[in-house]
Protein backbone atom coordinates (compact mmCIF):
# COMPACT_ATOMS: atom_id res chain seq x y z
CA UNK A 1 0.00 0.00 0.00
CA UNK A 2 2.76 2.43 0.90
CA UNK A 3 4.14 2.14 -2.89
CA UNK A 4 0.91 2.52 -4.16
CA UNK A 5 0.76 6.13 -2.32
CA UNK A 6 4.67 6.89 -3.10
CA UNK A 7 3.74 6.10 -7.06
CA UNK A 8 0.80 8.66 -6.93
CA UNK A 9 2.92 10.78 -5.25
CA UNK A 10 5.59 10.61 -7.70
CA UNK A 11 2.63 11.98 -10.44
CA UNK A 12 2.81 14.87 -8.40
CA UNK A 13 -1.32 14.90 -8.97
CA UNK A 14 -1.29 18.59 -7.19
CA UNK A 15 0.70 20.13 -10.28
CA UNK A 16 -1.84 18.77 -12.55
CA UNK A 17 -3.76 22.20 -11.98
CA UNK A 18 -0.92 23.69 -14.30
CA UNK A 19 -2.79 22.05 -16.99
CA UNK A 20 -5.70 24.38 -16.71
CA UNK A 21 -4.13 26.28 -19.99
CA UNK A 22 -5.15 23.26 -22.01
CA UNK A 23 -8.73 24.25 -21.30
CA UNK A 24 -8.10 28.31 -21.99
CA UNK A 25 -8.87 27.38 -26.18
CA UNK A 26 -12.34 26.23 -24.52
CA UNK A 27 -13.22 29.22 -22.83
CA UNK A 28 -11.25 31.79 -25.36
CA UNK A 29 -11.84 30.44 -28.65
CA UNK A 30 -15.45 28.84 -28.59
CA UNK A 31 -19.25 30.20 -27.38
CA UNK A 32 -20.27 27.38 -24.53
CA UNK A 33 -23.69 28.07 -25.90
CA UNK A 34 -23.26 26.77 -29.29
CA UNK A 35 -25.06 23.71 -30.09
CA UNK A 36 -21.36 21.79 -30.38
CA UNK A 37 -20.18 23.40 -26.96
CA UNK A 38 -21.03 19.84 -25.43
CA UNK A 39 -18.80 17.98 -27.48
CA UNK A 40 -15.90 20.78 -27.84
CA UNK A 41 -16.39 20.74 -23.57
CA UNK A 42 -15.72 16.90 -23.87
CA UNK A 43 -13.13 16.44 -26.14
CA UNK A 44 -11.42 19.54 -23.22
CA UNK A 45 -11.36 17.35 -20.64
CA UNK A 46 -9.78 14.35 -22.81
CA UNK A 47 -7.46 16.63 -23.67
CA UNK A 48 -6.76 17.88 -20.19
CA UNK A 49 -6.62 14.44 -18.66
CA UNK A 50 -3.98 13.51 -21.46
CA UNK A 51 -1.60 16.35 -20.41
CA UNK A 52 -1.93 15.04 -16.68
CA UNK A 53 -0.57 11.54 -17.79
CA UNK A 54 2.20 13.22 -19.83
CA UNK A 55 3.18 15.88 -17.27
CA UNK A 56 3.33 13.01 -14.53
CA UNK A 57 5.91 11.32 -16.67
CA UNK A 58 7.82 14.17 -16.80
CA UNK A 59 7.84 14.93 -13.34
CA UNK A 60 8.38 10.96 -12.57
CA UNK A 61 11.13 11.44 -15.12
CA UNK A 62 12.31 14.54 -13.55
CA UNK A 63 12.06 12.84 -9.99
CA UNK A 64 15.00 9.91 -11.43
CA UNK A 65 17.40 12.54 -12.78
CA UNK A 66 17.34 14.83 -9.91
CA UNK A 67 16.93 12.65 -6.68
CA UNK A 68 20.39 12.99 -5.47
CA UNK A 69 19.81 17.09 -5.78
CA UNK A 70 16.53 16.64 -4.03
CA UNK A 71 18.00 14.99 -0.95
CA UNK A 72 19.94 18.55 -0.74
CA UNK A 73 16.76 20.67 -0.65
CA UNK A 74 14.49 21.18 2.45
CA UNK A 75 11.06 20.06 1.14
CA UNK A 76 12.04 18.16 -1.88
CA UNK A 77 13.75 15.40 -0.22
CA UNK A 78 10.28 14.06 1.03
CA UNK A 79 9.54 12.87 -2.71
CA UNK A 80 9.47 8.83 -3.21
CA UNK A 81 12.88 8.44 -4.99
CA UNK A 82 14.86 11.12 -2.99
CA UNK A 83 13.57 9.38 0.35
CA UNK A 84 14.11 5.71 -0.88
CA UNK A 85 10.24 5.03 -1.12
CA UNK A 86 10.92 4.46 -4.80
CA UNK A 87 13.62 3.30 -6.36
CA UNK A 88 14.55 4.88 -9.49
CA UNK A 89 14.38 2.21 -11.92
CA UNK A 90 10.46 1.86 -10.71
CA UNK A 91 10.84 5.65 -11.67
CA UNK A 92 11.62 4.95 -14.77
CA UNK A 93 9.50 2.20 -15.80
CA UNK A 94 6.50 4.50 -14.29
CA UNK A 95 7.81 7.45 -16.53
CA UNK A 96 7.77 5.12 -19.85
CA UNK A 97 4.35 3.61 -19.22
CA UNK A 98 2.48 7.34 -18.58
CA UNK A 99 4.31 8.79 -21.31
CA UNK A 100 2.83 5.99 -23.54
CA UNK A 101 -0.50 5.37 -22.36
CA UNK A 102 -0.52 9.45 -22.89
CA UNK A 103 0.62 9.75 -25.81
CA UNK A 104 -1.30 6.54 -27.41
CA UNK A 105 -4.41 8.09 -25.99
CA UNK A 106 -3.34 11.27 -28.25
CA UNK A 107 -3.80 9.26 -31.13
CA UNK A 108 -7.50 9.52 -30.85
CA UNK A 109 -7.66 13.19 -31.32
CA UNK A 110 -6.86 15.38 -33.86
CA UNK A 111 -3.76 15.09 -35.19
CA UNK A 112 -2.26 18.44 -34.78
CA UNK A 113 -2.96 18.03 -30.83
CA UNK A 114 -1.51 14.53 -31.08
CA UNK A 115 1.92 16.45 -32.42
CA UNK A 116 2.10 18.98 -30.00
CA UNK A 117 1.38 16.28 -27.04
CA UNK A 118 4.63 14.87 -28.42
CA UNK A 119 6.40 18.03 -29.03
CA UNK A 120 5.54 19.06 -25.34
CA UNK A 121 7.42 15.52 -24.40
CA UNK A 122 10.34 16.02 -26.36
CA UNK A 123 10.38 19.57 -25.17
CA UNK A 124 10.60 18.35 -21.54
CA UNK A 125 12.96 15.47 -22.47
CA UNK A 126 15.20 18.03 -23.92
CA UNK A 127 14.64 20.22 -20.62
CA UNK A 128 15.34 17.30 -17.86
CA UNK A 129 18.67 16.22 -19.61
CA UNK A 130 20.27 19.72 -21.01
CA UNK A 131 18.34 22.67 -20.84
CA UNK A 132 17.99 23.04 -17.14
CA UNK A 133 21.36 23.66 -16.09
CA UNK A 134 21.31 26.72 -18.83
CA UNK A 135 20.83 29.79 -17.00
CA UNK A 136 17.64 31.79 -18.67
CA UNK A 137 17.04 29.24 -21.11
CA UNK A 138 15.46 26.63 -18.29
CA UNK A 139 12.92 29.47 -17.47
CA UNK A 140 12.00 29.77 -21.16
CA UNK A 141 11.87 26.42 -21.99
CA UNK A 142 9.09 25.63 -19.23
CA UNK A 143 7.22 29.13 -20.20
CA UNK A 144 7.54 27.29 -24.33
CA UNK A 145 6.37 24.32 -22.69
CA UNK A 146 2.47 25.90 -21.34
CA UNK A 147 2.43 27.25 -24.70
CA UNK A 148 2.42 24.29 -25.93
CA UNK A 149 -0.69 23.37 -23.17
CA UNK A 150 -2.25 26.52 -24.64
CA UNK A 151 -1.71 25.56 -28.67
CA UNK A 152 -2.87 21.80 -27.93
CA UNK A 153 -6.30 22.50 -26.36
CA UNK A 154 -7.05 25.33 -29.16
CA UNK A 155 -6.14 21.70 -31.69
CA UNK A 156 -8.21 19.38 -29.67
CA UNK A 157 -11.43 21.18 -30.13
CA UNK A 158 -10.42 22.72 -33.35
CA UNK A 159 -10.58 26.67 -33.26
CA UNK A 160 -8.59 29.84 -33.81
CA UNK A 161 -7.27 31.38 -31.01
CA UNK A 162 -5.64 34.85 -30.57
CA UNK A 163 -1.97 35.35 -31.00
CA UNK A 164 -1.92 37.67 -28.04
CA UNK A 165 -3.71 34.78 -25.94
CA UNK A 166 -0.38 32.84 -26.37
CA UNK A 167 2.05 35.89 -26.31
CA UNK A 168 0.09 36.44 -23.08
CA UNK A 169 0.40 32.43 -21.53
CA UNK A 170 4.73 32.89 -22.55
CA UNK A 171 5.12 36.03 -21.02
CA UNK A 172 2.87 34.91 -17.78
CA UNK A 173 4.82 32.27 -17.64
CA UNK A 174 7.84 33.83 -17.63
CA UNK A 175 6.69 35.59 -14.47
CA UNK A 176 5.93 32.36 -12.82
CA UNK A 177 8.77 30.51 -14.01
CA UNK A 178 11.64 33.32 -12.28
CA UNK A 179 9.14 33.72 -9.41
CA UNK A 180 9.70 29.94 -8.54
CA UNK A 181 13.73 30.69 -9.00
CA UNK A 182 13.19 33.38 -6.37
CA UNK A 183 11.34 30.85 -4.04
CA UNK A 184 14.10 28.67 -4.52
CA UNK A 185 16.82 31.07 -3.56
CA UNK A 186 14.88 32.18 -0.82
CA UNK A 187 13.92 28.15 0.67
CA UNK A 188 17.28 26.94 0.47
CA UNK A 189 18.86 30.32 1.77
CA UNK A 190 22.18 30.67 0.53
CA UNK A 191 23.85 30.50 -3.05
CA UNK A 192 26.17 27.46 -2.25
CA UNK A 193 23.50 25.10 -0.93
CA UNK A 194 21.19 26.21 -3.94
CA UNK A 195 23.81 25.77 -6.33
CA UNK A 196 24.16 22.01 -5.25
CA UNK A 197 20.68 21.49 -5.39
CA UNK A 198 20.25 23.36 -9.01
CA UNK A 199 23.26 24.34 -10.86
CA UNK A 200 21.71 27.60 -12.65
CA UNK A 201 21.30 28.79 -8.98
CA UNK A 202 24.36 29.95 -8.68
CA UNK A 203 23.87 32.60 -11.79
CA UNK A 204 20.62 33.62 -10.31
CA UNK A 205 20.98 36.54 -7.78
CA UNK A 206 18.07 38.28 -5.84
CA UNK A 207 18.83 41.87 -7.42
CA UNK A 208 18.96 39.86 -11.53
CA UNK A 209 15.40 38.26 -10.51
CA UNK A 210 13.44 41.13 -9.07
CA UNK A 211 14.30 42.81 -11.87
CA UNK A 212 13.64 40.03 -14.24
CA UNK A 213 9.91 39.65 -12.41
CA UNK A 214 9.26 43.53 -13.03
CA UNK A 215 10.27 42.93 -16.80
CA UNK A 216 7.88 39.63 -17.40
CA UNK A 217 5.13 40.76 -14.69
CA UNK A 218 4.78 43.94 -16.79
CA UNK A 219 4.76 42.16 -19.96
CA UNK A 220 1.96 39.81 -18.68
CA UNK A 221 -0.17 42.38 -17.85
CA UNK A 222 0.31 44.56 -20.88
CA UNK A 223 -0.07 41.49 -23.22
CA UNK A 224 -3.67 40.36 -21.32
CA UNK A 225 -4.75 44.49 -22.00
CA UNK A 226 -3.68 44.01 -25.52
CA UNK A 227 -5.72 40.50 -25.61
CA UNK A 228 -8.52 41.75 -24.07
CA UNK A 229 -9.08 45.13 -26.31
CA UNK A 230 -8.11 43.46 -29.55
CA UNK A 231 -10.79 44.72 -31.74
CA UNK A 232 -10.61 40.71 -33.22
CA UNK A 233 -10.33 38.73 -30.29
CA UNK A 234 -13.33 36.05 -30.02
CA UNK A 235 -13.45 36.81 -26.18
CA UNK A 236 -15.51 39.64 -25.27
CA UNK A 237 -13.60 42.89 -24.67
CA UNK A 238 -15.74 43.08 -21.42
CA UNK A 239 -12.86 41.16 -20.22
CA UNK A 240 -10.69 44.45 -19.86
CA UNK A 241 -13.12 44.80 -16.03
CA UNK A 242 -10.88 41.99 -14.71
CA UNK A 243 -7.92 43.71 -14.91
CA UNK A 244 -7.90 44.50 -11.15
CA UNK A 245 -8.10 41.27 -10.16
CA UNK A 246 -4.37 40.50 -12.89
CA UNK A 247 -3.03 43.19 -11.00
CA UNK A 248 -3.75 42.02 -7.67
CA UNK A 249 -2.74 38.65 -8.81
CA UNK A 250 0.67 39.78 -10.08
CA UNK A 251 1.40 41.82 -7.00
CA UNK A 252 0.81 39.21 -4.59
CA UNK A 253 2.75 36.37 -6.02
CA UNK A 254 5.24 38.92 -6.51
CA UNK A 255 4.99 39.42 -2.40
CA UNK A 256 4.25 35.98 -1.40
CA UNK A 257 7.15 34.70 -3.15
CA UNK A 258 9.78 37.02 -1.51
CA UNK A 259 8.98 35.68 1.84
CA UNK A 260 10.80 31.97 0.99
CA UNK A 261 7.72 29.65 2.60
CA UNK A 262 6.17 28.98 -0.75
CA UNK A 263 8.26 26.61 -3.44
CA UNK A 264 6.35 27.84 -6.30
CA UNK A 265 3.13 28.87 -8.28
CA UNK A 266 1.23 25.82 -7.46
CA UNK A 267 1.81 26.10 -3.47
CA UNK A 268 1.18 29.63 -3.83
CA UNK A 269 -2.26 29.61 -5.81
CA UNK A 270 -3.16 26.41 -2.77
CA UNK A 271 -2.26 27.90 -0.26
CA UNK A 272 -2.21 31.35 -0.20
CA UNK A 273 -6.13 32.07 0.48
CA UNK A 274 -5.60 35.90 -1.16
CA UNK A 275 -4.23 34.82 -4.13
CA UNK A 276 -7.19 31.33 -4.35
CA UNK A 277 -9.77 33.97 -3.49
CA UNK A 278 -8.28 36.00 -6.45
CA UNK A 279 -8.10 33.56 -8.97
CA UNK A 280 -11.70 31.99 -8.24
CA UNK A 281 -13.33 35.25 -8.37
CA UNK A 282 -11.55 36.03 -11.77
CA UNK A 283 -12.21 32.75 -13.19
CA UNK A 284 -15.97 33.33 -12.31
CA UNK A 285 -15.88 37.18 -13.97
CA UNK A 286 -14.43 36.18 -17.11
CA UNK A 287 -16.80 32.50 -17.57
CA UNK A 288 -19.87 34.95 -16.66
CA UNK A 289 -18.75 37.64 -19.02
CA UNK A 290 -18.07 35.27 -21.78
CA UNK A 291 -21.24 32.97 -21.19
CA UNK A 292 -23.17 36.15 -21.06
CA UNK A 293 -22.04 37.97 -23.70
CA UNK A 294 -24.95 39.23 -26.48
CA UNK A 295 -27.14 38.62 -23.74
CA UNK A 296 -27.50 42.07 -22.28
CA UNK A 297 -24.67 41.90 -19.99
CA UNK A 298 -23.43 44.55 -21.51
CA UNK A 299 -26.05 46.92 -20.88
CA UNK A 300 -25.17 46.48 -16.68
CA UNK A 301 -21.40 48.05 -17.12
CA UNK A 302 -19.54 51.22 -18.49
CA UNK A 303 -20.60 52.05 -21.92
CA UNK A 304 -16.72 52.02 -23.47
CA UNK A 305 -14.77 52.34 -26.45
CA UNK A 306 -12.47 50.16 -27.43
CA UNK A 307 -9.89 50.40 -29.47
CA UNK A 308 -10.25 49.51 -33.40
CA UNK A 309 -14.28 50.72 -32.77
CA UNK A 310 -15.98 53.49 -34.20
CA UNK A 311 -17.48 55.96 -31.99
CA UNK A 312 -21.09 55.93 -31.19
CA UNK A 313 -23.10 58.28 -33.17
CA UNK A 314 -24.59 61.28 -31.18
CA UNK A 315 -28.25 61.59 -31.34
CA UNK A 316 -29.39 64.29 -34.08
CA UNK A 317 -30.24 67.46 -32.33
CA UNK A 318 -34.21 68.00 -32.48
CA UNK A 319 -34.85 70.68 -35.13
CA UNK A 320 -36.06 74.09 -32.80
CA UNK A 321 -38.92 76.15 -34.71
CA UNK A 322 -38.56 79.88 -33.92
CA UNK A 323 -42.03 82.11 -34.83
CA UNK A 324 -41.73 84.09 -37.08
Known amino acids: MRKIVAAVKLMRPAQWVKNVFVLAALVFGVRID?????EAILVALA????FCLLSAAVYALNDLLDYREDAEHPTKKFRPVASGELSPQFAGVQSVVLAAVGVTASLYLPQGFALTAIGYLLLNL??????????????ILIAIGFVL????????????VSAWLVVCTFTLCLFLGFGKRRCELAVLENGERAAKHRSTLSFYSLELLAHLLAVTGAMAVMTFLLYTLDPNTPAPHTL????PFVFFAIFRYAMVISSGKMT???????HDRPFLVTAILWTLMTVSLIVFQGRGIENYLPKLRYPGTPPAEKPAAPEINFPS
Open 47 to 50: AFGI
Open 149 to 160: RALAGAQAIQVQ
Open 126 to 139: FYSLWGKHQVLLDV
Open 240 to 243: VFTT
Open 34 to 38: KPESL
Open 264 to 270: GPSDVLI
